[in-house]
């Protein structure tokens, strides 16, 4: 079964860290680029950062730059999106994509509040 399931999120303190997991199951992980999407209410969903399918390329959205950090183990079929400095405006569902040739996944979610 084709799945991609998030973990890790939660209730932080502005100035905070989370990690967040991905876990991917039933297609090659290591064939797909993988990114991070959020979306926060009333607002679209926004691409967080990416990272090619060997993990060689990354890439952020101006607004998460030098505080979130992507990364990603093949070995483990796993991405993980390291949060640090958060800041209340982070605040929004996480999800995991998977794209490759056309083909995308996603995941259900991951809720990240960022509250005093």
């Known amino acids: 079964q084709v799945q991609l399931v998030e973990s890790g999120g939660g209730l932080v303190q502005p100035g905070g860290s989370l990690r967040l997991s991905c876990a991917a199951s039933?297609?090659?992980?290591?064939?797909?680029?993988m990114r991070w999407y959020r979306q926060a209410p009333g607002k679209e969903r926004e691409l967080v950062a990416g990272?090619?399918?060997?993990?060689?390329?990354?890439n952020y959205a101006a607004s998460v730059k030098g505080r979130f950090a992507i990364s990603r183990d093949n070995a483990k079929n796993t991405v993980y999106l390291q949060m640090n400095s958060l800041r209340p405006e982070d605040t929004a569902v996480y999800y995991c994509?998977?794209?490759?040739?056309?083909?995308?996944?996603w995941g259900q979610g991951t809720q990240v509040t960022v509250s005093s």
């Open positions: 994509n998977a794209e490759s040739w056309g083909t995308i996944l």
């Open positions: 039933g297609f090659t992980f290591s064939n797909y680029r």
């Open positions: 990272i090619s399918s060997l993990g060689g390329v990354t």
